[in-house]
């Protein structure tokens, strides 16, 4: 079975978040940039699906020159090759279209995504994929068992889980519960040096959504304490002044 | 020109977030001088139906078909295009749920729209631009994106609006769109619902517990003082990793980003990851043995103390409170 896994490039989970530029602009200077966590699981149940012989994984992402020590990391963990589309994501759908293109001129059984980049959060683009592709997709997604043929996933749904069955081609984002994340050793992380990473140019197409400006949420003002023997004030602060329950 | 809501549904019955895409879509409908109707898919009753117009749908749609009562995003994804078209719709409204998430996407595709996932307020129109403010890294900051595509969609987080009465007399028309079968390739097969107790993406009031409990025996507490306020109950990682609790239950950046009025947090100590899916609630009750917990920093109101000594006298003066 063929699998390909998509790949964003985020910042580090501990970055503290600031702006550039009015406001207009991440600012990037001291930040490390890491696999997304989300993808780092998908990647990690493409990999065991594999294992064995029994497929291979790619790994693709949309993004300039820069991802290369993230695509790296992928390859280190295990993917077996990787394509990059040169160009900034620009949007949810400017990345979708990409990869659906890459994906119609390879033969992919499965494609598998993170639940969302924790950059933008937008969680929008394997559901895109599928639609471009016309495949069906399953967001967010907690289990996933899969033959080269037929899948059985675990989707999460508000207070509960629902159990969906595909056979065929599908997309799914994965959350934790599908894969514990696999860390590179020593020897993935010399062979990730001399395995294929491909360019591929991007096409391109019109803009839909644009970020205009960021903003950081307004601070909070200072904590009021309650001392802990009074603990019963608590509730009535909630009530009176919060008025919250 | 026209607006358009999808009202989400479990078994009938239409989610609080449901209603609240409806609140959201009415006010932008009347701020763009034009229309509202609501769609709804699945087996929806008449008298559910004309709830909508509480909040301001005049119209409401209704796809009720056996194909359609569990939720295929493909299928649901082209009964809520054709319907757009039909309206003539422009502007698509949802919800940010975990359904929404998979569905709103393959709208945006099928009609060339940008999306804004997470929406937490009204769009702003000023100047010709439409701009809408979004939850970005993981509630650390907001990004205010602008949609530059004719159509647009908007998924409006859970909680961020609230409800707003509306009332109108709601007519309901039935629809029946034509749907591929190609739309139906995934099956559900079960749906697992703990129907006793509140969801938490949706949940006004949340609880939630750290390592600082020290072991799922002592959440009896915690599931008591939720409880009496009504709450949802919710833990910080290691707890969900430890089993302690279930998965669905942990918050922050790689569990579930929640926006409750109220976030009580007991025993957490207020990791930065931990917060990225909490720290917009509106109000935050920190209780901590620690004084120099992080947690203290982002809390509105805190107890400096032992969950064990504190939360009973909680769950006391909460008895007490309720009469
Ligand atoms: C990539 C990454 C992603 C992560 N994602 C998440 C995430 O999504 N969500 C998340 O929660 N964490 C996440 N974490 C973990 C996070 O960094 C913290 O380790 C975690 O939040 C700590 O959980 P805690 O506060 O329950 O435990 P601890 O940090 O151990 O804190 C326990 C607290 O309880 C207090 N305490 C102890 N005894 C008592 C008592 N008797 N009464 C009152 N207070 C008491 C202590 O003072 C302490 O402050 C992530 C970490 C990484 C690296
Ligand atoms: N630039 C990108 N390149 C490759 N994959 C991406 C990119 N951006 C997002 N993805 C994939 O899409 C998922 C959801 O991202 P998002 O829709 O941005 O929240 C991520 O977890 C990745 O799997």
Not at chain 2, 277 to 291: A, E, M, T
Request: glycine share 8%.
């Amino acid at each position: 079975m063929k699998i390909l896994v998509c790949i964003s490039n985020v910042p580090d989970t501990t970055t503290k978040i600031t702006f550039t530029n009015d406001n207009t602009q991440f600012n990037t200077s001291g930040v490390q940039f890491i696999v997304n966590p989300y993808d780092e699981i998908a990647l990690s149940r493409a990999i065991e699906l594999c294992e064995g012989g029994k497929g291979t994984v790619t790994v693709i992402n949309v993004g300039d020159s820069s991802t290369d020590p993230t695509i790296r990391k992928a390859l280190a963990i295990g993917a077996d090759d990787a394509v990059r589309i040169n160009a900034l994501p620009r949007d949810a759908y400017f990345t979708a279209y990409q990869i659906a293109e890459y994906a119609k001129t390879a033969d992919f059984d499965l494609i598998l995504c993170g639940r969302e980049s924790i950059d933008y959060n937008g969680a929008q683009v394997a559901a895109m994929i599928g639609e471009f592709l016309d495949i069906p997709s399953v967001s967010i997604i907690k289990k996933l068992d899969y033959d080269g043929a037929t899948a059985t996933l675990e989707r999460e749904i508000e207070g509960g889980k629902e159990v969906v069955s595909i056979h065929g081609k599908f997309i799914a984002s994965c959350a934790e519960g599908v894969a514990e994340a696999k860390i590179p050793n020593m020897r993935g992380i010399m062979s990730a040096r001399t395995k294929p990473l491909q360019v591929v140019e991007a096409a391109d197409i019109p803009e839909v959504a644009k970020v205009v400006k960021f903003e950081t949420p307004a601070p909070r003002s200072a904590v009021k304490l309650v001392p802990a023997e009074e603990a019963a004030k608590l509730i009535d602060l909630l009530h009176q002044e919060a008025k919250v329950i | 020109m026209s607006v358009l809501v999808y009202i989400e549904q479990a078994e009938g019955k239409f989610k609080k977030s449901g209603f609240e895409a409806v609140s959201y879509a009415k006010a932008i409908a009347d701020a763009q001088a034009t229309n509202l109707t609501a769609i709804s898919i699945g087996n929806v009753g008449e008298a559910e139906l004309k709830e909508l117009g509480k909040y301001g749908a005049s119209k409401v749609l209704n796809v009720s078909s056996d194909q359609l009562k569990s939720f295929v995003n493909q299928a649901y994804a082209s009964v809520i295009t054709e319907a757009a078209q039909k309206e003539n719709a422009d502007i698509i409204v949802l919800s940010n749920s975990f359904s929404g998430k998979g569905l709103s996407p393959r709208i945006a595709v099928k009609l060339k729209a940008g999306l804004v996932d997470g929406a937490v307020e009204l769009p702003q129109t000023e100047g010709g631009k439409f701009l809408v403010k979004k939850n970005a890294f993981s509630g650390k900051a907001f990004a205010v994106t602008e949609l530059t595509s004719a159509n647009k969609i908007i998924a409006l987080n859970p909680n961020a609006f609230g409800l707003k009465e509306n009332p109108v007399e709601a007519t309901i028309e039935n629809f029946s769109p034509e749907i591929k079968s190609t739309d139906l390739a995934a099956i559900v097969k079960e749906i697992v619902r703990a129907t006793d107790k509140v969801s938490l993406p949706d949940a006004e009031l949340v609880v939630s517990g750290g390592r600082g409990l020290k072991g799922p025996e002592n959440w009896g507490m915690i599931e008591e003082l939720a409880s009496l306020l009504g709450a949802a109950t919710a833990c910080s990682k290691p707890v969900s990793d430890a089993d302690w609790r279930p998965h669905s239950e942990h918050v922050g950046q790689t569990g579930i980003a929640i926006s409750p009025n109220l976030y009580i947090a007991i025993g957490i100590s207020g990791a930065i990851q931990h917060l990225a899916g909490v720290s917009s609630s509106k109000v935050i009750v920190v209780i901590n043995k620690d004084p120099e917990a992080p947690f203290f920093k982002v809390a509105d109101y805190g107890i400096v103390g032992d969950a064990f000594e504190v939360v009973p006298k909680l769950i006391e003066a909460l008895k007490a409170h309720k009469g």
